[in-house]
């Protein structure tokens, strides 16, 4: 099993592989307002530079995820861009219903 577990707004169980990085790509102040516990802020505005001075491992599965969706996307898109091969949208927090949000 998932070390995050979750179920979409259409209650169906959202399976992610084991080990997969959960990163929430909104703003520091909305992180702090309220995220998934087990997620690392990465907000997409500072995406890149994380990238450049973090240098993550691209083989690992990363799942992103922000407050209605369309920011996930794009984060999305900046990771694949970057030669990341296993990225999921989770779309958006409010749309996630999950016992441990802080």
């Known amino acids: 099993m998932s070390m995050f577990s979750w179920l979409s707004s259409q209650r169906e169980p959202l399976q992610l592989p084991e080990g997969a990085v959960l990163i929430d790509v909104r703003s520091p102040m909305e992180f702090r307002n309220g995220h998934i516990i087990g997620a690392v802020n990465w907000p997409l505005d500072q995406l890149t530079e994380i990238l450049d001075k973090q240098k993550p491992d691209a083989s690992k599965h990363y799942v992103v995820y922000c407050a209605n969706g369309p920011r996930a996307g794009m984060a999305k898109t900046v990771l ?23």
């Open 80 to 102: 694949i861009r970057a030669g990341f091969k296993e990225v999921m949208n989770a779309g958006g927090i409010n749309g996630l219903i999950h016992l441990g949000v802080e």
